[in-house]
């Protein structure tokens, strides 16, 4: 019996000095993300009026009949100077009335099937070939689920006319308030998508782009074509993006309100999906960016730590397997990447104008991370499928 023991001794040990390692470029990346993000910003430039640009907003929309009238309608309310706004909805291999609600609500409308190349990238792709060959200036995206702040368009234009090659704006929930799980969301969110990426334009870097509420210049999508098309779509083309040498800046001055699922089946399949995808993205684009970084090319050094990131519950898992080793090492890692953690959470609420409920929602963390880790069998078969564009109902459409 004391072999046995003493075996699973050194498991245990082996196992917590795996995880330290494997979690370490997180942590450091979590760390200088938090760091930038608390830091004072740097004032914006003034905004710079030209000749008037003819802006497209790309709302791609696979049977959100229900929903497209409200999205439309707070983007047809943006407004910004000298500024041309087509709000362009693609109707994407829909079975209900999305388009015939779209152009009701006073949006053009493309109508795209295509039974075998079905995905969001692929509706947006069919979009920009189609409009490339218009007279626009430049090309915002915006999910059918969500609505805009007023100052979406001028916040985002502005950007792009003073140089940006592309454009990310904050993406929050737009319903905190449904359930402990939509709060937790909003919670993630105000770190992923505010604290995050407003680190990254601190430092200079590329603050990359989040599926919703981004945009690019014409010059940039005609050099960098939209060819991503895994199930997020997102994380791809920005890593196309940084590989060209293109740099997506931040408008952390204008806000995407999007729709978060309450719960149900639905919510553990859309997790998986995307989870999945981004561990796909990770087997695939990870070696090739190591070798460019080795090369010499360290602007791809951040990318590359992103996708070394694993979400947010499986890091906390790492760190804890980590912290609980009885080797002083790995257990100091384990603990100064759990306090990074906490830091980083603690910032998200802070620097973003988050309240008390934010606070009491991360009581339930430890339960998110619980429901997390029994998806991991959705999420390897995920990363290592293509997944089609699967519509995740919505809160409004449970109630009565």
């Not at 082996?14 to 608390?38: D, K, M, W």
């Not at 909805?89 to 009335?97: F, G, I, K, M, T």
């Not at 603990?335 to 309240?355: D, K, N, Q, S, Y």
């Not at 991360?362 to 990363?383: E, N």
Request: proline share 5%.
């Amino acid at each position: 019996m004391t072999g046995i023991w003493h075996i699973a001794f050194l498991c245990w040990v082996a196992a917590g000095c795996l995880a330290a390692l494997v979690s370490l470029p997180g942590t450091v990346e979590l760390a200088l993300l938090t760091l930038g993000g608390v830091l004072p910003r740097r004032r914006p430039l003034a905004g710079i009026v030209e000749a008037p640009w003819r802006v497209a907003v790309v709302v791609p929309a696979h049977n959100e009949e229900a929903g497209i009238r409200s999205c439309v309608e707070s983007l047809l309310r943006c407004a910004a100077p000298a500024t041309e706004l087509h709000v362009v909805v693609v109707a994407d291999n829909c079975s209900d009335n999305t388009a015939g609600a779209a152009s009701h609500a006073g949006a053009r409308v493309l109508v795209r099937n295509n039974p075998v190349d079905r995905g969001k990238g692929y509706a947006l792709d069919y979009a920009f070939q189609t409009l490339l060959l218009e007279r626009f200036d430049a090309f915002l995206v915006v999910d059918a689920d969500s609505r805009v702040a007023p100052t979406f368009l001028a916040e985002t234009v502005r950007l792009l006319r003073e140089g940006a090659d592309a454009v990310q704006c904050r993406y929050l929930v737009g319903n905190p308030e449904s359930s402990i799980r939509t709060r937790l969301m909003s919670v993630a969110l105000r770190g992923f998508n505010v604290l995050r990426p407003r680190g990254r334009d601190r430092w200079g870097l590329s603050c990359h782009l989040y599926g919703n509420g981004f945009g690019m210049r014409r010059e940039t999508l005609a050099e960098v074509p939209y060819s991503a098309a895994s199930v997020v779509e997102d994380l791809e083309y920005h890593i196309l993006l940084v590989k060209a040498g293109k740099r997506v800046r931040f408008a952390d001055a204008t806000v995407v309100l999007g729709e978060m699922p309450e719960g149900g089946k639905g919510v553990a399949t859309q997790r998986a999906r995307w989870e999945g995808g981004r561990f796909r993205m990770l087997r695939e684009n990870a070696p090739a960016l190591a070798v460019e970084v080795l090369k010499g090319r360290l602007l791809l050094l951040e990318p590359f730590l992103d996708l070394l990131l694993f979400p947010l519950a499986f890091h906390v898992t790492l760190l804890l397997l980590a912290a609980s080793t009885p080797w002083t090492p790995a257990r100091a890692a384990g603990l100064a990447g759990l306090t990074v953690v906490v830091l980083h959470l603690l910032a998200a609420i802070f620097a973003t104008g988050g309240g008390w409920r934010d606070f009491a929602a991360l009581a339930a963390a430890p339960f998110y991370i619980c429901w997390k880790l029994v998806l991991i069998p959705k999420l390897i078969k995920s990363s290592l499928s293509g997944t089609a564009w699967v519509r995740t109902e919505r809160a409004a459409e449970k109630r009565p």
